[in-house]
């Protein structure tokens, strides 16, 4: 009898030792990974402390949607981050909940599970997706808020701490839990079925100055952009790293120079994703330009030396490789092939508040 | 109480046991891997971060240049014994020179201990230059379009030049496969590296030197007046940098 006690709880130490904590698990959901994804791209990056679940996801919608992350309670993430607009903003600059108006063009979001960089925001000043969610809601000129204040806030509503409890186990509401949330959410924008997607599949047939458009973009000597956004094999269309493509003679917002400090980033910005080009106006960093026929006018004859420009712009000196018009007609026809409005419209993308 | 303590000792082992890693166990190792460190230098002189878009080099032609990146890949590194016996993992790696990025690399073959040659191939040879066959490059944007041949880079070397204009000019210095856009045809401009003889222990590490000046020198003086960017598109070019690459690598410190 006593060396049954003995071994009971002899045995209750071999398991104890050897057992993990208890952990709260959601129900998992995996990202949805598109064919053409899988077949070319590395795995999409999902943090190991964040797998991606039902409840987390769709708590993460509805952060997503949910005013109450602002200090007066005004503005959402989708505030800037407009669905229609590929969740990017169709003004130049966002403007903030004290009316103040930022400097950079706000980003479209999709597809960023497989920023393999994992370099965000323009200038690329967080390291992580769930490190990006962190900074809007603090930041004066946009939500202007604590995450003191906004926690409180979230675990004083009635369904909130339910909700977390849900997703990650427990209804004591943190941000390191609301930007989980809304990476989870963010994640699974995943833009895959453009016209462009579709002609890959065999699905689609190219028009003569879509298929030229592609051609120009691909030819060393005119496009030239598969360097910097990649080609047919990357279907994220951006390399996911930094360049100065020759904007201005004087630069005046460091970018990612500003987060370094480093002189030989001064200028440099993050290449975006030529998809949904049809829906995220104005272009780059700062907007300044309101059209597609623009952005490729800059490249072929607006081009303007600084010390850091990127070696792969060409014959500076002449502005650019100056493409014909049928050219720019046929590049912009392509470009535009990459939209994909399945995209913008997918119902489990929109406010479910 | 003899039988209480020997069930204690036996219970705890158990204890133990039942915890114990897969990992703890050590054997002595039959077979070895080697690494290996890609260094730069233009001419004989390191070329490290801080160099890059700053360091002004002039090359063979007599023109002031700068570097911006320097991307390349190798491929196939092979162990060939005095009996001509050769072990390779037959892997790849692709170095980011400026921001150090796998500037230290160990092929996933272990081999005996001894004497070997050690060569590599420059970029890949026409077997394992497969379009889209590799996610991890195809992620990195190292792919060639199809149009201009498909499969990989074999190196981007990138800077800025004097021109003799009041602001430098830029160049792309793209190695691939050469491929003539006006027939399709495609030649392979990959090339076999031999860097000479090394003695694997069980610690042995090699350094594999770039001298970046070789590019623009021998056979073929560079002048990037003529030859600075759409280098990818041009088959000439690229036989003349295949050629240059050929005295590009060098052996440099081994350590055991």
Known sequence: MRYG??????????????????????????????????????PPIIPGDNPQTREGIALGRKLFYDPILSGDGTQACASCHNPQNAFSDERRFSIGIDGLEGNRNSMPLFNMAWNFSEDFFWDGRAKGLENQALEPVTNPIEMHNTWEQATVSLQATSDYPLLFSNAFGT??????????????????????NSKFDKHLAGEAELTTSEANGLAVFLDESRGDCFHCHGDPNTPIWTDNTFHNNGLDETITDRGLGAFTGDPRDFGLFKSPSLRNLAFTAPYMHDGRFQTLDEVINHYSEGLVYSETIDPLMKTISEGGVHLSENDKADLKAFLLSLSDPSFINNPDFQDPN | MKKIALFLAVAISIVVVSCKSDDDTTTTPQNVNVAFTFTQNWDGNNITNADYETTVYTNAHGTDQTISKLDYLISDITFTNSTGQSFSAEDYNLISARNGTNVNFTPDVQIPTGDYVVSF?????????????????????????????????????????????????????????????ATS???????????????????????????VSEWFINPNEWDLNVLNSALMMNYNAQLMMSQNGTTVF?????TQ
């Open chain 1, 171 to 192: 209804e004591n509401i943190s941000k390191e839990l609301v930007v989980k949330a809304i990476s989870q959410f963010t994640r699974t924008l995943i833009s895959s």
């Open chain 1, 5 to 42: 006690v003995l071994i009971c709880l002899l045995l209750s130490i071999v398991f104890t030792s050897c057992k993990k904590d208890d952990e709260y698990i959601a129900t998992p959901m995996p990202l949805s990974i598109p064919q053409l994804f899988a077949e070319k791209l590395s």
């Open chain 2, 121 to 181: 191939t420059f970029g890949f040879d026409e077997e394992d230059n497969v379009d889209a066959a590799y996610p991890d490059l195809t992620s990195a944007t190292w792919g060639v379009p199809t149009p201009l041949g498909g499969g990989y880079h074999y190196m981007r070397l990138e800077g800025k030049f004097d021109d003799g204009t009041p602001t430098p000019a830029n160049y792309a210095y793209h190695t691939i496969r050469a491929f003539n856009t």
């Open chain 2, 185 to 211: 045809t495609p030649f392979d401009t990959s090339f076999e590296v031999t860097i000479g003889s090394v003695t694997v222990s069980e610690n042995t590490n090699v350094e594999v030197k770039m001298d």
């Open chain 2, 250 to 254: 060098s052996l440099g410190a081994v």
